[in-house]
Every structure is written in structure tokens, then in C-alpha cells.
């Protein structure tokens, strides 16, 4: 299934229609829910790249209201996922994985995480690429961040069956919808973490 849902994310026709549509839905939850830190993702294997709406909200964050943006690092294979402030214009280095991370090592705990979809349902559960790390950063953050998930339409699943490790995201953003989980409710932001 997961190979699936990668070929389709990979060759799915219109991208940069679906990409604008994804990019205003995101760019309103990010108004909505009023997170202080969004921690989020370098874009990989067809990923929506959502480095463009960050740097927007980040660049109209009022004088006094505090906004901070940060990509999540591997520091161990199975150890929580560390985030690292990200600026538009943040050195960068090869991080695990060959995926890209801020040279500078200036952590940040987000109260706000968009979590990349290989697949996802209705309900907020999520198909990853199956090394569990936003699973074990879910559970080891205290407080939890507010999440959101996101995908394209064509990702999504009827059915994904929940292991006792999984944790349904509290919302879906789409380039066409937004699901959001009934029992979901925003969270208080608070101030993120140095």
C-alpha cells in the first residue's frame, strides 16, 4: 500500500494547482489555530513543500507577537525526532537520511506540527514511511503540539487499522478539504521551548 500511495503522490497530474490549494488551506489553519512555533519538514519523495507558506507567516508576525519556525532532526535512529530553528535563510546541512537540516543547532519544541501524509483516513490516522519517529516524538512531547496532517486527496485510505503506538493527528489538510478529528480541539498555545 505504501508504494501505492507513493507512486500516486509522485505522479499525480495538476500539482501546481494542487500545490496553490494546499498552500491557502494550510496558510488559513496556520491564521486559525495561532501556533508561537510550527515545527514542520524538508519536502522528500513528492512531499508538498510547505517551506514557502512558513516563510510567509513567519515574515507577518506582528512586532510584538513571536513566531518560530523549525525542521525536525534524526538524531538517532530510533530516538524522538529533535527540531532545529529554520529561517528562509538558515545554513543548511546533510542531515541522516540525506535529508537536509539547519547548521545551526538552536532547539526548539513546537506547539504545532505539520506531519507529512504517505496516506492517511478520515479520522486522522496516518500511513508514514514506517520508522516510527512521529510517533515516538508524539509521545514523548508534554505538553502535545496541536498536529496536522498533510496530504492530497488521492492519499487518502478507507481503512488503516491503528497499532497501540499510533496516534490519530487532529487534523487533515488537504488541497481540497479539512478533516478534523471531532474529538480535536485546538490547543492553548503556549511559548515554545528554547
Not at 34 to 57: H, L, M, N, S
Not at 145 to 173: F, K, M, N, R, S
Request: hydrophobic content about 45%; overall charge negative; aromatic content about 8%.
Amino acid at each position: 500500500m505504501r508504494k501505492a500511495l507513493l507512486d500516486t503522490r509522485t505522479t499525480l497530474a495538476g500539482r501546481a494547482a494542487r500545490d496553490a490549494a494546499l498552500a491557502a488551506r494550510l496558510a488559513d489553519e496556520l491564521t486559525r489555530r495561532a501556533p508561537r512555533c510550527v515545527g514542520f519538514y524538508w519536502p522528500i519523495q513528492g512531499e508538498f513543500d510547505a517551506r514557502e507558506v512558513i516563510a510567509a507567516w513567519l515574515a507577518q508576525a506582528s512586532p510584538k507577537g513571536l513566531r518560530l519556525a523549525a525542521l525536525p532532526v534524526v538524531t538517532a535512529p530510533a530516538a524522538p525526532l529533535v527540531f532545529h530553528r529554520w529561517t528562509p535563510d538558515a545554513r543548511m546541512t546533510e542531515g541522516r537520511y540525506r535529508i537536509p537540516v539547519p547548521l545551526e543547532a538552536d532547539v526548539l519544541v513546537p506547539d504545532l506540527l505539520l506531519i507529512p501524509c504517505v496516506g492517511f483516513t478520515r479520522d486522522g490516522l496516518r500511513l508514514g514511511y514506517g520508522g516510527g519517529f512521529y510517533d515516538r516524538t508524539l509521545h514523548s512531547m508534554s505538553p502535545a503540539p496541536q498536529t496536522l496532517g498533510i496530504a492530497y486527496d488521492a492519499l487518502e485510505i478507507d481503512g488503516l487499522t491503528a497499532e497501540a503506538h499510533d496516534l490519530a493527528l487532529d487534523v487533515i489538510v488537504t488541497e481540497s478539504t479539512t478533516f478534523a478529528r471531532a474529538d480535536a480541539n485546538p490547543r492553548e498555545s503556549g511559548p515554545p521551548s528554547p
